[in-house]
Protein backbone atom coordinates (compact mmCIF):
# COMPACT_ATOMS: atom_id res chain seq x y z
CA UNK A 1 0.00 0.00 0.00
CA UNK A 2 1.71 3.37 -1.34
CA UNK A 3 0.77 5.86 1.87
CA UNK A 4 1.13 9.78 1.58
CA UNK A 5 1.77 11.59 4.52
CA UNK A 6 1.17 14.81 3.87
CA UNK A 7 3.17 17.45 6.81
CA UNK A 8 4.80 14.43 7.93
CA UNK A 9 8.48 16.29 8.66
CA UNK A 10 6.93 17.65 11.77
CA UNK A 11 6.78 16.55 15.20
CA UNK A 12 3.59 13.59 14.59
CA UNK A 13 4.34 12.82 11.36
CA UNK A 14 8.08 11.99 11.53
CA UNK A 15 6.66 9.77 14.54
CA UNK A 16 4.48 7.91 12.29
CA UNK A 17 6.95 8.01 9.67
CA UNK A 18 9.94 6.30 11.87
CA UNK A 19 7.05 3.38 12.90
CA UNK A 20 5.45 3.10 9.10
CA UNK A 21 9.34 2.11 7.79
CA UNK A 22 9.22 -0.70 10.06
CA UNK A 23 6.30 -2.38 7.71
CA UNK A 24 8.03 -3.80 4.32
CA UNK A 25 4.03 -4.05 3.07
CA UNK A 26 3.74 0.10 3.09
CA UNK A 27 5.59 2.72 0.31
CA UNK A 28 5.39 5.73 1.75
CA UNK A 29 6.20 9.28 0.66
CA UNK A 30 6.18 12.52 2.73
CA UNK A 31 4.93 15.48 1.25
CA UNK A 32 5.43 18.75 3.40
CA UNK A 33 6.82 22.66 2.92
CA UNK A 34 10.12 21.52 4.66
CA UNK A 35 12.68 19.03 4.18
CA UNK A 36 12.38 16.10 7.00
CA UNK A 37 15.57 15.82 8.82
CA UNK A 38 15.06 12.34 9.04
CA UNK A 39 13.29 10.93 5.94
CA UNK A 40 14.76 13.66 3.13
CA UNK A 41 14.88 9.94 1.13
CA UNK A 42 11.59 9.85 0.94
CA UNK A 43 10.43 13.31 1.13
CA UNK A 44 8.53 15.76 -2.02
CA UNK A 45 8.43 19.47 -1.47
CA UNK A 46 5.09 20.27 -2.02
CA UNK A 47 2.99 22.90 -0.11
CA UNK A 48 -0.84 22.04 0.75
CA UNK A 49 -1.46 25.49 -0.89
CA UNK A 50 -0.30 23.88 -4.32
CA UNK A 51 -3.24 22.04 -5.72
CA UNK A 52 -1.25 21.34 -9.07
CA UNK A 53 1.49 20.02 -7.18
CA UNK A 54 -0.60 17.67 -4.82
CA UNK A 55 -1.99 16.34 -7.91
CA UNK A 56 0.66 15.27 -9.32
CA UNK A 57 2.69 14.18 -6.57
CA UNK A 58 -0.43 11.51 -5.22
CA UNK A 59 -0.57 10.06 -8.72
CA UNK A 60 -0.94 6.11 -7.58
CA UNK A 61 -1.62 6.93 -3.89
CA UNK A 62 -3.89 4.46 -1.80
CA UNK A 63 -4.22 6.21 1.22
CA UNK A 64 -3.32 9.87 2.36
CA UNK A 65 -2.81 10.88 6.11
CA UNK A 66 -3.35 14.61 6.65
CA UNK A 67 -1.00 15.99 9.24
CA UNK A 68 -0.51 19.51 8.10
CA UNK A 69 -1.80 22.50 10.04
CA UNK A 70 -0.65 25.62 11.16
CA UNK A 71 -1.29 25.23 14.86
CA UNK A 72 0.79 27.34 17.46
CA UNK A 73 -0.70 29.98 19.07
CA UNK A 74 0.81 32.93 17.77
CA UNK A 75 0.61 32.58 13.84
CA UNK A 76 0.37 36.04 11.96
CA UNK A 77 -1.69 36.73 10.09
CA UNK A 78 -4.35 34.77 11.31
CA UNK A 79 -6.02 34.36 8.02
CA UNK A 80 -2.81 31.38 7.74
CA UNK A 81 -4.92 29.27 9.99
CA UNK A 82 -7.92 29.25 7.57
CA UNK A 83 -5.73 29.30 4.50
CA UNK A 84 -3.40 26.59 5.45
CA UNK A 85 -5.96 24.56 7.76
CA UNK A 86 -9.62 24.75 5.77
CA UNK A 87 -8.72 25.53 1.79
CA UNK A 88 -5.48 23.42 2.84
CA UNK A 89 -8.67 20.57 3.42
CA UNK A 90 -9.91 21.22 0.09
CA UNK A 91 -6.64 21.44 -2.04
CA UNK A 92 -5.79 18.25 -0.69
CA UNK A 93 -9.28 16.48 -1.49
CA UNK A 94 -9.99 17.77 -4.35
CA UNK A 95 -5.75 16.32 -5.57
CA UNK A 96 -7.16 12.83 -3.97
CA UNK A 97 -10.35 12.76 -5.97
CA UNK A 98 -8.36 13.86 -9.43
CA UNK A 99 -6.40 11.06 -8.24
CA UNK A 100 -8.84 8.49 -7.46
CA UNK A 101 -7.55 8.03 -3.97
CA UNK A 102 -10.48 7.79 -1.37
CA UNK A 103 -9.01 7.20 1.62
CA UNK A 104 -8.04 9.27 4.22
CA UNK A 105 -6.67 10.04 8.03
CA UNK A 106 -7.03 13.44 9.03
CA UNK A 107 -6.11 14.78 12.65
CA UNK A 108 -8.06 17.45 13.67
CA UNK A 109 -7.63 18.80 17.09
CA UNK A 110 -9.66 18.77 20.80
CA UNK A 111 -9.56 22.43 20.43
CA UNK A 112 -12.84 22.28 18.20
CA UNK A 113 -14.97 21.99 21.74
CA UNK A 114 -13.24 24.99 23.60
CA UNK A 115 -12.03 25.14 27.15
CA UNK A 116 -13.19 23.72 30.29
CA UNK A 117 -15.96 21.28 28.76
CA UNK A 118 -17.22 18.73 30.98
CA UNK A 119 -15.14 15.52 29.41
CA UNK A 120 -16.44 15.85 26.05
CA UNK A 121 -17.60 12.93 23.43
CA UNK A 122 -17.73 13.08 19.40
CA UNK A 123 -20.88 13.70 20.14
CA UNK A 124 -20.56 16.63 21.76
CA UNK A 125 -21.14 20.33 20.14
CA UNK A 126 -18.50 22.01 18.80
CA UNK A 127 -17.29 25.67 20.49
CA UNK A 128 -13.94 26.40 19.88
CA UNK A 129 -12.38 29.52 21.57
CA UNK A 130 -9.39 30.28 19.01
CA UNK A 131 -8.75 30.47 15.55
CA UNK A 132 -6.93 27.06 15.44
CA UNK A 133 -10.05 25.59 16.67
CA UNK A 134 -12.07 27.20 14.31
CA UNK A 135 -10.09 26.37 11.32
CA UNK A 136 -9.82 22.97 12.60
CA UNK A 137 -13.31 22.51 13.17
CA UNK A 138 -14.23 24.39 9.44
CA UNK A 139 -11.81 21.49 7.80
CA UNK A 140 -13.73 18.87 9.36
CA UNK A 141 -17.25 20.67 7.87
CA UNK A 142 -15.52 20.67 4.86
CA UNK A 143 -15.06 16.67 4.96
CA UNK A 144 -18.53 16.33 6.32
CA UNK A 145 -19.99 17.75 3.44
CA UNK A 146 -17.47 15.73 0.91
CA UNK A 147 -18.32 12.43 2.70
CA UNK A 148 -22.15 13.75 1.94
CA UNK A 149 -21.76 13.83 -1.62
CA UNK A 150 -18.49 10.57 -1.33
CA UNK A 151 -19.93 7.98 0.40
CA UNK A 152 -18.01 5.62 -0.80
CA UNK A 153 -14.69 7.08 0.51
CA UNK A 154 -12.99 5.56 3.70
CA UNK A 155 -12.56 9.21 6.38
CA UNK A 156 -11.59 8.91 9.49
CA UNK A 157 -10.42 11.90 11.89
CA UNK A 158 -8.77 11.72 14.70
CA UNK A 159 -9.14 14.69 17.48
CA UNK A 160 -5.97 14.16 19.67
CA UNK A 161 -5.31 16.11 23.02
CA UNK A 162 -2.29 17.85 23.62
CA UNK A 163 0.31 15.81 22.11
CA UNK A 164 4.05 15.29 23.48
CA UNK A 165 7.01 13.49 23.67
CA UNK A 166 11.05 13.27 22.81
CA UNK A 167 11.97 16.36 19.91
CA UNK A 168 8.89 18.44 20.72
CA UNK A 169 8.89 21.95 21.70
CA UNK A 170 5.28 22.54 22.39
CA UNK A 171 3.60 23.28 25.83
CA UNK A 172 4.23 20.27 27.77
CA UNK A 173 7.76 20.71 26.80
CA UNK A 174 7.89 24.43 27.97
CA UNK A 175 6.36 23.24 31.38
CA UNK A 176 9.30 20.47 31.53
CA UNK A 177 11.97 22.87 30.92
CA UNK A 178 10.77 25.47 33.08
CA UNK A 179 10.48 23.13 36.29
CA UNK A 180 13.97 21.27 34.90
CA UNK A 181 15.34 25.32 34.24
CA UNK A 182 13.75 25.67 38.25
CA UNK A 183 11.75 29.03 36.55
CA UNK A 184 8.25 27.01 37.33
CA UNK A 185 5.96 29.02 38.92
CA UNK A 186 2.07 27.51 39.26
CA UNK A 187 -0.46 29.77 38.11
CA UNK A 188 -3.90 29.01 39.77
CA UNK A 189 -4.59 26.13 42.31
CA UNK A 190 -3.46 23.48 39.46
CA UNK A 191 -6.36 21.17 40.45
CA UNK A 192 -7.74 21.90 36.73
CA UNK A 193 -7.73 18.23 34.76
CA UNK A 194 -5.20 18.01 31.81
CA UNK A 195 -5.39 14.92 29.21
CA UNK A 196 -2.65 14.29 27.22
CA UNK A 197 -1.46 12.20 24.28
CA UNK A 198 1.70 10.71 24.16
CA UNK A 199 3.39 11.07 20.58
CA UNK A 200 4.32 7.59 20.20
CA UNK A 201 0.92 6.29 20.84
CA UNK A 202 -0.97 8.79 18.52
CA UNK A 203 1.09 7.45 15.46
CA UNK A 204 -0.16 3.90 16.66
CA UNK A 205 -3.46 5.03 16.51
CA UNK A 206 -3.23 6.46 12.97
CA UNK A 207 -1.58 3.22 12.23
CA UNK A 208 -4.36 0.91 13.40
CA UNK A 209 -7.05 3.06 11.88
CA UNK A 210 -6.03 2.88 8.18
CA UNK A 211 -5.26 -0.83 8.96
CA UNK A 212 -8.63 -1.48 10.70
CA UNK A 213 -11.23 0.66 9.68
CA UNK A 214 -11.24 0.64 5.85
CA UNK A 215 -15.10 1.84 5.29
CA UNK A 216 -17.17 4.78 5.98
CA UNK A 217 -16.75 7.89 8.57
CA UNK A 218 -15.25 7.93 12.32
CA UNK A 219 -14.42 10.44 14.31
CA UNK A 220 -12.41 10.01 17.23
CA UNK A 221 -10.54 11.74 20.11
CA UNK A 222 -7.12 10.09 21.31
CA UNK A 223 -6.30 10.68 24.81
CA UNK A 224 -3.77 8.61 26.79
CA UNK A 225 -5.65 8.04 30.47
CA UNK A 226 -5.30 8.44 33.51
CA UNK A 227 -6.17 12.30 33.46
CA UNK A 228 -3.59 14.17 35.58
CA UNK A 229 -4.03 17.70 37.20
CA UNK A 230 -2.06 20.14 36.46
CA UNK A 231 -0.49 19.87 40.04
CA UNK A 232 -0.30 16.26 39.63
CA UNK A 233 2.04 16.67 36.47
CA UNK A 234 3.87 19.51 37.80
CA UNK A 235 4.97 18.37 40.72
CA UNK A 236 5.47 14.42 39.68
CA UNK A 237 7.80 15.65 36.83
CA UNK A 238 9.84 17.99 39.63
CA UNK A 239 10.29 15.04 41.81
CA UNK A 240 11.18 12.86 38.69
CA UNK A 241 13.73 15.79 38.08
CA UNK A 242 14.71 15.86 41.56
CA UNK A 243 14.09 19.92 40.72
CA UNK A 244 12.34 21.96 43.82
CA UNK A 245 9.00 23.47 43.18
CA UNK A 246 7.90 26.84 44.54
CA UNK A 247 4.88 26.61 46.67
CA UNK A 248 3.80 30.24 45.34
CA UNK A 249 1.05 30.73 43.72
CA UNK A 250 0.19 33.67 41.19
CA UNK A 251 -3.69 33.96 41.11
CA UNK A 252 -5.21 33.44 37.94
CA UNK A 253 -5.96 36.98 37.19
CA UNK A 254 -2.42 38.27 37.74
CA UNK A 255 -1.34 35.36 35.60
CA UNK A 256 -3.48 36.62 32.50
CA UNK A 257 -2.73 40.47 33.43
CA UNK A 258 0.74 39.25 32.42
CA UNK A 259 -0.33 37.15 29.32
CA UNK A 260 -1.98 40.55 27.95
CA UNK A 261 1.34 42.31 28.94
CA UNK A 262 3.41 40.10 26.62
CA UNK A 263 1.01 40.01 23.92
CA UNK A 264 1.06 43.56 23.48
CA UNK A 265 5.20 43.51 23.78
CA UNK A 266 4.72 40.92 20.77
CA UNK A 267 2.85 43.31 19.16
CA UNK A 268 4.97 45.59 19.24
CA UNK A 269 8.28 44.19 18.90
CA UNK A 270 7.03 41.37 16.30
CA UNK A 271 8.52 38.82 18.55
CA UNK A 272 7.44 35.31 20.07
CA UNK A 273 7.48 35.14 23.96
CA UNK A 274 6.78 31.83 25.26
CA UNK A 275 3.97 33.34 27.96
CA UNK A 276 0.64 34.69 26.07
CA UNK A 277 -2.63 35.05 27.55
CA UNK A 278 -3.61 32.32 25.37
CA UNK A 279 -1.13 29.74 27.04
CA UNK A 280 -2.01 31.13 30.75
CA UNK A 281 -5.63 30.69 29.63
CA UNK A 282 -4.94 27.35 28.47
CA UNK A 283 -2.50 26.44 31.44
CA UNK A 284 -5.33 27.16 33.44
CA UNK A 285 -8.25 25.55 32.00
CA UNK A 286 -9.76 22.14 32.76
CA UNK A 287 -8.86 19.99 29.57
CA UNK A 288 -10.94 16.95 29.80
CA UNK A 289 -11.88 14.38 27.30
CA UNK A 290 -14.04 10.76 26.93
CA UNK A 291 -11.80 8.60 24.84
CA UNK A 292 -13.95 5.54 25.11
CA UNK A 293 -14.66 5.28 21.60
CA UNK A 294 -11.10 4.12 21.19
CA UNK A 295 -11.05 2.32 24.29
CA UNK A 296 -13.82 0.19 22.79
CA UNK A 297 -12.43 0.06 18.78
CA UNK A 298 -9.58 -2.78 19.95
CA UNK A 299 -6.72 -0.67 19.69
CA UNK A 300 -3.78 -0.66 22.46
CA UNK A 301 -1.71 1.82 23.13
CA UNK A 302 1.88 0.32 23.24
CA UNK A 303 3.00 2.75 25.97
CA UNK A 304 1.13 3.58 29.31
CA UNK A 305 1.29 7.42 30.31
CA UNK A 306 4.08 6.72 32.38
CA UNK A 307 6.66 5.35 29.85
CA UNK A 308 5.78 8.27 27.61
CA UNK A 309 6.80 10.84 30.28
CA UNK A 310 9.41 8.50 31.28
CA UNK A 311 10.66 8.42 27.67
CA UNK A 312 10.64 12.55 26.79
CA UNK A 313 12.22 13.37 29.98
CA UNK A 314 15.11 10.69 29.21
CA UNK A 315 15.25 12.18 26.06
CA UNK A 316 15.54 15.91 26.91
CA UNK A 317 16.82 16.19 30.20
CA UNK A 318 19.04 12.70 30.55
CA UNK A 319 16.58 11.71 33.64
CA UNK A 320 15.91 8.02 34.34
CA UNK A 321 14.65 8.07 37.79
CA UNK A 322 11.15 8.01 37.07
Not at 60 to 79: F, K, T
Not at 83 to 95: D, I, K, T, W, Y
Not at 275 to 301: L, M, N, P
Request: net charge neutral; proline share 2%.
Amino acid sequence: MKIAIIGGSGFIGTNLIRLLVQNQDYELLNLDKSQSTDFSYITRIVDVLDEDGLTKTLNSVDLVVLLAAEHQDNVHPISLYYEVNVQGMRNVLSAMEKNEVKRLVFTSSVAVYGLDKDNPDESFSADPFNHYGRSKWEAELVLQEWYANHQDWNINIIRPTVVFGEGNRGNVFNLLNQIASNRFMMIGKGQNQKSMSYVGNVAAFISFLFQNNKCGYGVYNYVDKPDLTTHAIVYNTGRVLDKPISSLRIPYWIGMAGGYAFDILAFLTRRKFAISSVRVRKFCATTKYDATKVQRSGFEAPFTMEEGLERTLVAEFGTNQL
